[in-house]
């Protein structure tokens, strides 16, 4: 079986591979990128819904958008794409692949990592161990002299993964409902139920989907999330030009300081609601097995950080000047003559959103599998090219009623968003 993720491989293969990588990059933008994308709608919303308010001299505007950019350049572009994708643990990624591949290196585990099962595999090879200094052999030291540590290492990995597990319920109900309550803005008179019905309805779509695998569903989503990422760009330059070409100082981390000078305690209560501007980046690892790290890294770099970042500036430029329509931001931004065509790939846009943690979800549930940390349940490979495709029948249904149960249980974006800030505030 031929592996097209990225590992090492004959240089007969060099140039196949990077075509392979090309089209992985383009697969990863309907799996991988559609949660942290669709993250514009409803970030502002959020951070201005509590007793954080907006002020004559635009302070908490510029500041909010510096904010968001740092966080999304430090956290999603220098600490996932730069650094942690390349900690993976021979092509997968995820808190029980890095525990994984610490415990085969060293005697930190409490379970045998099952490394015969890969053996018949020609990318998993073992590499030749890195000369480790005197701090890491300390470290490794004590964990392997200590049982209780080693206990407590465990027990914060299966904490991590449960954590994430929550994150796969939460994501798709905020994503969906978020679309669907942008009806709100032409009918007001809409009632809750209704967009909690379609809300339900769209993501029993959703998971039904599932079945067809990583590679069929990267194909079929990939166009939409090119499309939304060209809309968000367009609106963006088009919000900037229009409304405030001056909200482009606000990158200055200046503006981070001068915010938390003016707003005290609100500014500090608001970081709940900037880290929602990272909503899926973890994705990004968790779904390592289901494409490349080169992959990836081309995906994000060159399509999806440009387009997030000129739509946040875009909205922050149109808040400026209509700090009445901090709720519903977003959608008021659109310009009048596209509304229509902009929230149905918006609606779109959020089923793709959803896919990340999915995708994930199934990776990491197959990784408690393999370490005997999770029951037994059906792992169907969806693809004869990367091993890393699965789909859970039983996990998929189990998730699709969670997430079912939650959006007919909060019906709000704005309940949700408090859970996702305290999610990621105990991170």
Known sequence: MDYESGFSTPKAKRTKLSMNNFLLAYQSLGVVYGDLSISPIFVYSNIFSGKLKLSEDDTEVFGVLSLVFWTLTL???????????????????????????VCRNSKLGLIETPIAAYEHFPVYEFQTPYEENRTSLMIKGFFEKHQRSRIVLFLIVLLGTSMFIGDGVLTPTMSVLSAVSGLRVKVPGLHENYTVA?????????????HYGTHRVGFLFGPLLISWLGCLSMMGIYNIFKWNPAIIQALSPYYI????????????????????????????????????????????????????????MGEAAFLSKHKEDSQMSFYRSIPESIYWPVYIIATLATIVASQPMISAIFSIISQCRALNCFPRVKIIHTSNHVHGQIYIPEINWLLMLLCIFVTIGFKDTTAIGNAYENYFMKQ
Do not use: N
């Open 75 to 101: 956290i999603a572009l220098l600490k996932y794409i730069v650094i942690v994708l390349g900690a993976d643990d021979h092509g997968e990624g995820g808190v029980f692949a890095l525990y994984s591949r």
């Open 198 to 210: 379609i809300s339900c309805f769209i993501l029993v779509g959703l998971f039904k989907l599932q």
């Open 257 to 312: 300081y001068k915010f938390f000078k003016v707003v005290g305690i609100d500014g500090w209560s608001s970081l709940g609601g900037i880290v929602l501007c990272i909503t899926g980046a973890e994705a990004m690892f968790a779904d390592l097995g289901h494409f490349s790290k080169l992959s990836l890294r081309i995906a994000f770099s060159a399509l999806v950080f440009p387009s997030l970042l000129l739509a946040y």
